[in-house]
């Protein structure tokens, strides 16, 4: 939890959001049907699909009032304002959340829905450790701007649909991009820790466990507990190959 | 049907299940893995509920309930570990533990504190399961009296209480996180009249929000984030010799124990607050009634018992209203309605007569579960501390990509993916603001019930709220809800001090000029 002073500011903040928030939805809830017929059904205010969201967004607008109040008579309107005009230099704690906020999102949304499951999370496992177990910023910050890097340049591929035409021509085209993205991430890491010894073995755990959980979790979920996966691509097709003719 | 009735049918489950092989291969497994999630810092009883609800998805309801009941009644109890050994909790349930679990372990009793914590807990559970037992009858005959008032006001009681009673700040904070699940509960085509609300257009969200996302990710995510943020790390654990049942001080300490189990099963019964409240308020009982409370924070035994017993009593008593009234008592409690819809079983009044087996199968299960709990506390205690060595940098991301995997596979929905990383992210902000997540939850789980009884009852009355008022439950819940509400007042603050002072100290001090 944020410090006294940081939480007061930080309530100013969200309960101007809040109060936003709560209007909103009122909003929201005054296009419903108060009084017309809906499916065949005559309302009135009590039976209208508009009651509940009415009470939740009052309740809402007056619960931020209440904490608006609260916060600018504990200083945080002051706070608030007075950092406003000062800068801010990033903590090495924002770095990290941000990298944990960038290393999701790209997961969850641009590779986990086109990319084989295996290597998706080969990939966000590789990247995540290596990124956090090393604990050296200097190191952090390389592997991420790397990580980035790629990652701009396969989100251009999705975008402009390279990827749909490119996978007309060979099946796998993506799924082979990822494999070579992981192939340069540990050659890339491997360089960089080349000379510490403490990191080549740091490594081998991340290597280890990178590769390891996925070959369990994967035939764990789609064999045992019949559980298609987001994306079954190539890997995955070799794990069927491997069930289904020598099992 | 009776309370002797009730014992019947738990003697015949606990024969059924206890002589099925196909449990013990399910339930030893399930209770480790609870012990390992309640141990490491960062993960949570209800996080681990969430993850098995995936898992079980495919088995028969009461294989899927032996798995999710033992992994909660391991979470429960595996906190304790840290706590004691290296004075970290693995759970909020054990921070009341670590005051004098660790100062035991600093003296070279760690073997004697876990013993202890691991014969309370099991003790506990069992006290707790009685009570499911004994009172689920006569609260589904009072609530089978109950009408649309009722759950709606009991729906709102508990979103308020859990907002009270959890918030780490302002209790606004506490009540506007309730009324935020509650806005998320009403995402989707409303069940009377099906007209959309909030969905934008979307399909995937005609049928509002999937309860198992919401969950995993607000329990899920922001604890990654804070784990790996921070950069926690779990201390070299202390030092212990073996682990003894310690028999001669639990007996010694029974009233402790008894009077920790009633206080445990209390809490757990009321909605939302959960097993950290329990073990608090059972460790002040339990030092503001001791003959010497200024030994409690340096190593005090009945503390440590006290603490454990009613957490644990706390997992049966959050269980009397989820299976008779269809209300969490606790968030672990809250994961498990969710689990039990997924399995066609709607908790409620009613679930005495859909399922007569039921609640007898469940009690059946959290015995088997306390034993197998003792059985796996006394023998693995020192295999599961080695588990605590694994960096967090490496364990964190692993436990993130069973989130992910079990976020879609609940129907194999790529949008409940979509959807549980920005509940995580927004449940990661709120924390650190100092809002609790489980008004959120028990918002996002009650919502429904509270908006279709409301909007039911009006129906009923004709748009009149004068029946809250003219039944006696309806007036009860209306009293409650608005003395929580004037609680927060500066009014009420001012008259309950003037009471205390007027009627408490002035009758001190004539009891001493006597």
């Known amino acids: 939890m944020y410090e006294e002073k940081q939480l007061r500011k930080a309530d100013f903040i969200t309960s101007i959001i809040l109060m936003v928030f709560g209007i909103w939805i009122i909003l929201m809830a005054s296009r419903m049907p108060m009084k017309a017929t809906y499916g065949g059904v005559q309302n009135t205010w009590y039976v209208s699909p508009a009651l509940f969201p009415l009470i939740i967004g009052s309740a809402i607008i007056i619960l931020s009032i209440l904490l608006l109040i609260h916060s600018t008579k504990a200083g945080g309107a002051k706070t608030f304002f007075r950092e406003m005009a ?78 749909t035409i490119l996978n007309r021509s060979f099946v796998y085209f993506t799924d082979s991009i990822i494999l070579i993205f992981i192939i340069f991430f540990i050659i890339y890491c491997r360089i960089l820790i080349k000379k510490n010894r403490q990191l080549i073995q740091k490594f081998r755990l991340i290597l280890l466990v990178s590769f390891s959980t996925p070959l369990i979790l994967c035939p764990v979920f789609k064999y045992l507990l019949l559980v298609p996966l987001p994306k079954e691509g190539g890997i995955i097709y070799l794990f069927n190959i491997i069930r289904y003719s020598l099992l | 049907m009776n309370v002797i009735h009730q014992f019947t049918l738990f003697f015949q489950q606990l024969g059924i299940l206890g002589t099925h092989p196909v449990t013990y291969f399910i339930l030893f497994p399930s209770v480790v893995m609870g012990i390992i999630f309640g141990a490491m810092p960062g993960l949570t009883a209800t996080l681990g509920v969430a993850l098995l609800t995936t898992v079980t998805y495919g088995m028969s309801t009461g294989m899927a309930m032996v798995s999710l009941l033992a992994i909660y009644v391991g979470a429960v109890y595996g906190g304790s570990y840290a706590s004691i050994l290296i004075n970290i909790p693995g759970t909020a349930a054990a921070a009341a533990t670590a005051i004098d679990g660790y100062p035991l372990a600093l003296k070279g009793e760690g073997g004697r504190a876990l013993g202890l914590t691991t014969t309370a807990s099991a003790i506990g559970t069992i006290i707790g399961m009685l009570f499911v037992l004994a009172l689920s009858p006569l609260i589904s005959a009072l609530a089978l009296q109950f009408t649309s008032f009722e759950f709606f006001l009991l729906a709102f009681f508990g979103i308020l209480i859990s907002g009270t009673l959890t918030t780490p700040d302002l209790v606004i904070k506490g009540w506007i996180a309730g009324f935020i699940g509650l806005f998320l509960a009403a995402i989707g085509r409303d069940h009377l009249q099906f007209y959309p609300r909030f969905t934008f257009g979307i399909s995937q969200l005609d049928s509002g929000i999937d309860v198992v996302p919401v969950l995993i990710g607000a329990f899920g995510i922001p604890q990654i984030i804070q784990v790996i943020k921070d950069k926690i790390t779990v201390g070299e654990a202390k030092k212990f010799k073996r682990v003894f049942p310690e028999f001669k001080t639990i007996i010694r300490h029974g009233p402790d124990i008894l009077r920790s189990a009633l206080i445990g099963v209390g809490i757990g019964a009321v909605p939302g607050i959960g097993e950290d409240i329990a073990a608090w308020v059972s460790y002040g009982v339990a030092k503001n009634s001791s003959k010497h409370p200024e030994t409690f924070g340096k190593g005090e035994y009945a503390a440590v018992i006290s603490t454990e017993t009613a957490n644990n009593a706390c997992v049966g008593g959050a269980q009397i209203p989820l299976y008779n009234l269809g209300i969490p008592g606790s968030p672990p409690a809250a994961m498990l309605l969710g689990a039990l819809l997924i399995h066609g079983i709607q908790p409620g009044p009613l679930i005495t007569f859909d399922h007569p087996t039921f609640i007898p199968q469940v009690v059946a299960i959290l015995f088997l579960s306390s034993i197998a709990m003792w059985v796996s506390g006394m023998l693995l205690v020192k295999q599961v501390i080695k588990i605590l060595r694994i960096p967090p940098p490496v364990f964190m991301p692993i436990i993130a990509v069973l989130c992910i995997i079990g976020s879609y596979s609940l129907g194999a929905r790529i949008f409940n993916l979509f959807l549980m990383l920005p509940v995580g992210i927004i449940a990661y902000f709120l924390t650190e603001m100092g809002y609790p997540v489980a008004p959120l939850v028990i918002g996002v789980i009650l919502g429904p019930m509270a908006d279709e009884n409301l909007r039911r009852a009006l129906m009923v009355s004709k748009g009149s709220f004068l029946p809250i008022f003219t039944r006696p439950v309806s007036l009860i819940l209306f009293i409650l809800i608005l003395t929580i509400m004037l609680s927060q007042t500066k009014m009420y603050k001012k008259l309950k001090g003037y009471i205390i002072h007027r009627f408490f100290k002035d009758k001190k001090h004539t009891g001493g000029n006597d």
């Not at chain 1, 084989?116 to 990247?127: G, R, T």
């Not at chain 1, 200097?138 to 649909?161: C, D, G, K, N, Q």
Request: charged share 15%; hydrophobic share 65%; aromatic share 22%.
């Open chain 1, 86 to 163: 000062s800068g801010g230099i990033i903590s090495e704690k924002s770095l990290r959340f941000w990298i944990m906020i960038v290393l999701f999102i790209s997961t969850v949304y641009l590779y986990i829905p086109r990319i084989d499951f295996f290597l998706s999370v080969v990939l966000f496992l590789l990247v995540f450790i290596s990124i956090f177990y090393f604990d050296e910023i200097r190191l952090m910050i390389r592997l991420f701007l790397f990580y980035v890097a790629i990652t701009i340049l396969l989100l251009l591929l999705f975008i402009f649909r390279l990827d």
